[in-house]
T-cell receptor, first 111, second 116 residues
Framework: QKEVEQDPGPLSVPEGAIVSLNCTYS??????FMWYRQYSRKGPELLMY????GNKEDGRFTAQVDKSSKYISLFIRDSQPSDSATYLC???????????FGAGTQVVVTP | GAVVSQHPSRVICKSGTSVKIECRSL??????MFWYRQFPKKSLMLMAT?????????EQGVEKDKFLINHASLTLSTLTVTSAHPEDSSFYIC????????????FGQGTRLTVV
């Protein structure tokens, strides 16, 4: 069993819809959770960072962490074609160590 | 967010030669840097973790003598692919974390290596 599970998609949504992404994990020691967006042939770009459980909102993006269920989510409101990319979740047990990444979910927002 | 610069963005080299990739943190001190390899439409595969001033820690299955990592300063880490072969062709990405500050990891732009 992988430490971090993420559905690779692709996930296709019409423009303006809400994109819902999630990851599950098995290591209860994870405390730091991140979501990255990666366009083709580019390095990942940090979207959201959350420490421990709770919600965080930044513009059209909302990240949720439920440590009791070992489940994290990313919601993108009012999706745009420019949101079409691969979204990676990442998590770490400490503030300096390596991350575990999900497989990445490919999102396609159609005009 | 913090900026991590990776250079070159693209390189083509002949089999048997060595290639050096640089990763720089521009506005913070990166006590830890990570090197990843990514195959098309696949997630990131961690190759090694480097800490400033000490030897890198390689993941299982990664050849230390082939992928030389140096983290000589708090803002620079290098990955040298030695005696490159076509199967080394891939997208290599570095990321950096600041132990004393932000706990997020920021990524470089990536380097596409093609060995011919």
């Amino acid at each position: 069993q992988k430490e971090v599970e993420q559905d690779p998609g692709p996930l296709s949504v019409p423009e303006g819809a809400i994109v819902s992404l999630n990851c599950t994990y098995s290591n209860s020691a994870f405390q730091y959770f991140m979501w990255y967006r990666q366009y083709s042939r580019k390095g990942p770009e940090l979207l959201m960072y959350t420490y421990s459980s709770g919600n965080k909102e930044d513009g059209r993006f909302t990240a949720q962490v439920d440590k009791s269920s070992k489940y994290i989510s990313l919601f993108i409101r009012d999706s745009q074609p420019s949101d079409s990319a691969t979204y990676l979740c990442a998590m770490s047990a400490d503030s300096w160590g390596k991350f575990q990444f999900g497989a990445g979910t490919q999102v396609v927002v159609t005009p | 967010g913090a900026v991590v610069s990776q250079h070159p963005s693209r390189v083509i080299c002949k089999s048997g030669t060595s290639v050096k990739i640089e990763c720089r943190s521009l506005d913070f001190q990166a006590t830890t840097m990570f090197w990843y390899r990514q195959f098309p439409k696949k997630s990131l595969m961690l190759m090694a973790t480097s800490n400033e001033g000490s030897k890198a820690t390689y993941e299982q299955g990664v050849e230390k003598d082939k992928f030389l990592i140096n983290h000589a300063s708090l803002t620079l880490s290098t990955l040298t692919v030695t005696s490159a072969h076509p199967e080394d062709s891939s997208f290599y990405i570095c990321s950096a974390r600041d132990r004393g500050g932000a706990t997020e990891a920021f990524f470089g732009q990536g380097t596409r290596l093609t060995v011919v």
